[in-house]
């Protein structure tokens, strides 16, 4: 960003609150256009900030420029703060065409407000994930589940595997150089399914309680945890560096085991933080207990070696208003969920983290013939792997609607992607081709579903 914007300020925390309110009008702007034209507002999070990412790179502004190359930024100046040489740190991490530049920004007088402006916004995008698992955590009813358990529990599979598959073949066929870890990694981005489109599309169908609706919310809550695991071990083999068959087994389990700890003994954990605040206000009570709870598990899942989100997700499966139904009837005040509590904090800091990632796609990048060939690979396996899920359902009728139901991958998918361009085992080029794979499925699955479920009730009148 220009020096002038960063100049005059009395308070040193005024450029960072400049800075990261300008990132969030942004996504609003995305949000809103997205809801008049009735897509997803996660494609317009998303296409604002590879239009202000592009665009505002091409004029020369220095905070995206910082922000289009992700958390390895911060590496550069880890590093010249334990005494290495700028230049070369620069030119080391980011090659001898961007090095340069980046050590200018960060040289220059505002450079230090750029980085500040800039770690602010990646640690707003970071707690933005975390709410996000959460939240689909929340909206998780295991017991609602159950009454189509087989059928969800064979879409989820099917669904997770073939994708999986897939993906790891059309990588080693387009890509044959591409490291293992690589291959892998990018292959288990194309397992995710977005909960939260799907259920919009079903809500406004009216076919939420339906057969199908269940069987494709169960298996989605199915692909999540299997795709959660399947993160968690490929996040292992990426930082041991090989296939060790003991340490993936020890991922498996440890993942495993931090699930089921969480959900047997998560509940316990809740009533005596529910039973400690009795004494406060009960939304105090919900707050402070949903928020402390959820930033445990994260830690948690962290300190055992997981991803933070695997710890987030299991916070939301865990908690639910009748924890506090006792504080409730005592206080007489109204009655608020923790959905309505933690909902604007969600609101808040999930469009930064979508537009954030926007900003991370390279447009140059599509200018390169085998770019669009893996973008290309990845769409048709995507798609193709989860139509497949569809063999899961019971009913014949059903399988169409379950297939469409499983393709939109949207912010799963994105948060994949995501934890892989920070472990390095994704880059640029490749980022580009999976948002690309995200953007497509998300922006045609909806369509499609609404006119299958349409045609539907159609044959079902006649």
Not at 178 to 189: D, E, G, H, V
């Amino acid at each position: 960003m220009q020096p002038g914007l960063y100049f005059g300020h009395g308070d040193p925390i005024a450029p960072v609150i400049l800075g990261v309110t300008s990132i969030l009008a942004f996504a609003v702007i995305g949000r809103v256009v997205a809801r008049k034209l009735s897509q997803p507002t996660v494609l317009g999070e998303l296409l604002m900030g590879i239009l202000l990412g592009n665009i505002a790179w091409y004029y020369g502004v220095d905070l995206i420029a910082v922000l289009r190359e992700g958390p390895r930024v911060f590496d550069v100046v880890n590093q010249t703060l334990m005494g290495a040489p700028l230049d070369q740190v620069a030119i080391s991490i980011f090659g001898a065409d961007k090095g340069p530049e980046l050590a200018r920004i960060i040289r220059s007088p505002h450079g230090g407000q750029v980085m500040q402006v800039a770690q602010a916004v990646d640690v707003f995008s970071r707690y933005g994930v975390i709410f996000l698992l959460f939240m689909v955590g929340l909206n998780t009813n295991l017991d609602e589940m159950r009454s189509v358990g087989r059928d969800s529990i064979r879409v989820a599979i099917i669904g997770v595997i073939m994708p999986l598959t897939l993906g790891y073949l059309v990588v080693i066929l387009i890509r044959p150089e591409m490291s293992f870890n690589s291959s892998l990694f990018i292959a288990a981005t194309l397992g995710a399914t977005s909960i939260g489109i799907t259920a919009n599309v079903l809500k406004e169908m009216g076919r939420s309680g339906s057969r199908e609706g269940k069987i494709i919310l169960g298996a989605a809550v199915g692909d999540d945890i299997l795709g959660l695991v399947i993160l968690a071990v490929v996040s292992g083999i990426v930082v041991s560096g090989s296939v060790d068959i003991a340490e993936v087994s020890t991922v498996i389990v440890v993942s495993t085991l931090f699930l089921i700890a969480a959900v047997k003994l998560g509940p316990l954990l809740v009533r005596i933080a529910a039973t400690i605040m009795r004494r406060l206000d009960i939304v105090e009570a919900k707050m402070f207990t949903s928020y402390l709870f959820v930033m445990v598990l994260a830690w948690m899942a962290n300190l055992a070696g997981l991803a933070t989100i695997i710890g987030a997700f299991a916070a939301g499966v865990v908690l639910h208003d009748s924890f506090f139904a006792r504080h409730e009837n005592s206080s007489g005040s109204k009655v608020v969920s923790i959905r309505e509590l933690i909902m604007p904090l969600e609101v808040i800091l999930v469009p930064i983290f979508f537009i954030l990632m926007g900003i991370q796609v390279k447009i140059e990048s599509f200018l390169s013939w085998p770019v669009v060939t893996l973008a290309g690979g990845l769409l048709v396996a995507a798609v193709v792997g989860k139509l497949a899920s569809g063999l899961g359902a019971s009913k014949p009728a059903a399988k169409l609607v379950v297939a469409i139901g499983m393709l939109p991958r949207g912010e799963v998918g994105l948060v994949f992607a995501a934890i892989g361009r920070t472990l390095g085992v994704i880059d640029d080029s490749v980022f580009a081709a999976i948002v690309l794979m995200v953007f497509i499925t998300t922006l045609a699955a909806p369509s499609w579903l609404k006119a299958e479920l349409s045609r539907q009730i159609r044959q079902q009148k006649d």
